[in-house]
């Protein structure tokens, strides 16, 4: 059917958005862990306002101190990008 179809391509390009952003935090040492969405069957959206300025944490909800240590990660790569298309100075993460 086209529109399973569609949604497996939009599953599949969300996937490899996801795993390019991971993989970008993680050469920036921002990032301490790479998720994989079949292994954290659980996710929270966080919005910081405005279009095109939220993301989403997959995660195991049986583990909270990993939850909040993604979330507190999530929020400090939107300050780091926020800096950067600001004209910032760039961060270290260490702020």
Known sequence: MPGEENAVKALEKEKKLFEETQEIAKR???VSTVCNVNENPDSMELDFGGPRKGAKIYFDSSKPE???MRIKNVIELNKFKDDLLSGGE???GSN
Do not use: C
Request: proline content about 0%; cysteine-free.
């Open 90 to 92: 760039e961060s270290d």
């Open 66 to 68: 990993d939850a909040k």
């Open 28 to 30: 920036l040492g921002i």
